[in-house]
């Protein structure tokens, strides 16, 4: 029983406009989310997290969004860039858990020229 | 290089052999972990060491599996009588200190463990 979903394998977005990634998660004990980007034959590197007490993180291109209430998030990455392509992880931890995080299966997100 | 190290970055084996898995991490780094990514899958948990001890080893699939972390520095995953079902990348990570809630993980590049 996956607690966190990825519903879209993969997507495919125009250089320049905005790509949206989503995430869904069944545990409500969850209170850390997170985003890794994975390149080929490289290592999950971090992307940008959220706590469950606030709604929205922004990182320069990178925005993740939180609704609790739907047990929802999202990353938007506005202007999408050729160098985005990759695979895309949701991850989310419990209070207490230290490093377990549980990753959802990924979004391969290719962004064309 | 300055990252998370491991070796051997593939192995193939065959079904019932003895395999072990050596990740280097970040030098200063406290905690270490090992996840398992299977095709098509996201990373699995398997073990957490905070120094020399498992913290936390409850995503180890069965008794086959045993990792150690003997100086709180590098550590061996160890996988005995191994089958076609543990073919999976194996990803290790550090991390300055412990807890996710730091936000982040440093991976490394994994190694791909195939057992015929």
């Known amino acids: 029983d996956q607690q966190v979903k990825q519903n879209s394998p993969s997507l495919s977005v125009q250089e320049g406009r905005i790509s949206i990634l989503n995430c869904d998660y069944t545990?409500?004990?969850?209170?850390?989310f997170l985003w890794y980007k994975k390149y080929p034959a490289e290592g999950p590197t971090f992307l940008i997290s959220i706590s469950s007490i606030k709604d929205k993180n922004e990182d320069g291109r990178f925005t993740v969004f939180l609704n609790k209430s739907a047990k929802h998030l999202s990353l938007h990455i506005v202007p999408s860039q050729p160098g985005d392509s990759a695979v895309y992880f949701c991850?989310?931890?419990?209070?207490?858990?230290?490093?377990?995080?549980?990753f959802g299966k990924g979004t391969k997100l290719s962004v064309k020229p | 290089g300055a990252g998370v190290s491991q070796t051997p970055s593939n192995k193939v084996t065959e079904k019932g052999k003895y395999v072990e898995l050596r990740c280097d991490p970040i030098?200063?780094?406290?905690?270490l972990y090992w996840y398992r990514q299977s095709l098509g899958q996201g990373p699995e948990f398997l073990i957490y060491f905070q120094g020399t001890g498992a913290a936390d080893d409850s995503g180890l699939p069965n008794d086959r599996f045993f990792a150690v972390r003997p100086e709180g520095s590098v550590s061996t995953l160890k996988i005995q009588r191994t089958e076609r079902g543990d073919s999976a990348v194996y990803l290790c990570?550090?991390?300055?200190?412990?807890?996710?809630?730091?936000?982040?993980?440093?991976f490394g590049e994994g190694s791909r463990l195939t057992v015929l």
């Open positions: 991850a989310a931890s419990a209070l207490g858990s230290q490093g377990n995080l549980i």
């Open positions: 030098s200063g780094h406290t905690a």
């Open positions: 990570a550090s991390s300055p200190r412990p807890g996710a809630n730091t936000g982040e993980l440093f």
């Open positions: 545990n409500s004990m969850f209170d850390y």
